[in-house]
């Protein structure tokens, strides 16, 4: 089965400590994307990748790295600076977009909570 | 700046009858629109879609209308079911030429509570 697998599902973290989330995909799928949702903002977009190599800042991207080595996978790092980390996280990618199509596939996200 | 705005946080609807969730957009940019449900800790699934070159597209229990001038769009589900009971986000993109990263902005989200 094609998707998306993020882990952990739950992750604590103390302040101060960077945390990293990982998201894979089987999709073969060019395009990446994190987003985090906060109850009544809906989701908005941390950063998102392209193509392999190659990554740009989202609308919340402060506080957040990504890297893009492969393909498969696109890792989000919460590092200490994000001063609001707890939130729950979705990872997303999408195939194609010349078809005219621009559906991202979610993952089933990570909660992360700072104590 | 919110550019995809959906002002209503919460909808309660009787089982058979119809729900209609609502969306405004601010961005004349904005060609592509989509519809997600979302249950708790769960991420979002892809209900259905349409582009600013439609005014209604349908898929079963789901509509989605557009109103381009007004910069609305709206998802009826008829009949409502228990099931459908989650958070719709609608969220819009842009395929125009550099435009197009394939990011899409959200709204905040509508919860639905169908009641049996």
Known sequence: ?115 | DQQVKQNSPSLSVQEGRISILNCDYTNSMFDYFLWYKKYPAEGPTFLISISSIKDKNEDGRFTVFLNKSAKHLSLHIVPSQPGDSAVYFCAASSLIGSSNTGKLIFGQGTTLQVKP
């Open chain 1, 1 to 115: 089965d094609g998707g998306i697998t993020q882990s952990p599902k739950y992750l604590f973290r103390k302040e101060g400590q960077n945390v990293t989330l990982s998201c894979e995909q089987n999709l073969n799928h060019d395009a990446m994307y994190w987003y985090r949702q906060d109850p009544g903002q809906g989701l908005r977009l941390i950063y998102y990748s392209q193509i392999v190599n190659d990554f740009q800042k989202g609308d919340i991207a402060e506080g957040y790295s990504v890297s893009r080595e492969k393909k498969e996978s696109f890792p989000l790092t919460v590092t200490s600076a994000q001063k609001n980390p707890t939130a729950f996280y979705l990872c997303a990618s999408s195939g194609d977009r010349g078809s005219g199509a621009n559906v991202l596939t979610f993952g089933a996200g990570s909660r992360l909570t700072v104590l």
